[in-house]
């Protein structure tokens, strides 16, 4: 098992700059697939990216391409979301994920472990 805690989450103005951090702790990180969710009020959580145990291979949702980067460092048991030119409707609870799946783009249904999630508002 492992245990997810996010953290880097506030408040930011519009073409403001976050990087929202996912600590992991329990046994063999570098073994899951890792994703970031979020979920606005009223609506499904969605995918946001995903990465592949090795860091080697990352997706992302078309609303965020270009503007978002996932990454991990196994040593430190921690992946990252940067996420640049951010946007009102990027406003949204964001959640860290990890699945023994062997896929990294897959519906949250598909996670097996989920942190607390973190809150993010960008201000028009």
């Known amino acids: 098992q492992v245990q997810l805690v996010e953290s880097g989450g506030g408040l930011v103005q519009a073409g403001g700059s976050l990087r929202l951090s996912c600590a992991a702790s329990?046994?063999?990180?570098?073994?899951?697939?890792m994703g970031w969710f979020r979920q606005a009020p009223g609506k499904e959580r969605e995918i946001v990216a995903g990465?592949?145990?090795?860091?080697?291979?990352?997706r992302y949702a078309d609303s965020v391409k270009g503007r978002f980067t996932i990454s991990r460092d196994n040593a430190k048991n921690t992946v990252y979301l940067q996420m640049n030119s951010l946007k009102p409707e990027d406003t949204a609870v964001y959640y860290c994920?990890?699945?023994?799946?062997?896929?990294?783009?897959?519906?949250?249904?598909?996670?097996?472990?989920w942190g607390q999630g973190t809150q993010v508002t960008v201000s028009s």
């Open positions: 329990g046994r063999t990180f570098s073994s899951y697939n």
């Open positions: 990465i592949r145990w090795s860091g080697g291979s990352t």
């Open positions: 994920a990890a699945t023994n799946a062997n896929s990294w783009f897959i519906p949250a249904a598909n996670y097996d472990y």
